[in-house]
């Protein structure tokens, strides 16, 4: 399997929604581990993630999460 397969999503992709998945401590915890674990610096995590929600492969993959993190958006795109 490659890393694109056009029917699923891509490792870095997987990685990611497995990341948001996860419970985090305290301030700074995350972004920590977006830098040592995935090797990215947190704008551009947040970057793939926002657009990982707009994906229906990612909603395919894990349901729950993207539909919790979709609600979590437009919660604060209402609040501006």
Known sequence: MTDQEPEGLSERDR???ALERRPWPGPGAKERAVREEL??????YYQ???ALLDDPRALAHDPI???RLRRVREYRRAER
């Open 48 to 50: 793939l993630l926002n």
């Open 15 to 17: 990685a990611v929604l």
């Open 39 to 44: 090797g990215m610096v947190p704008v551009r």
């Open 65 to 67: 999460t993207v539909n």
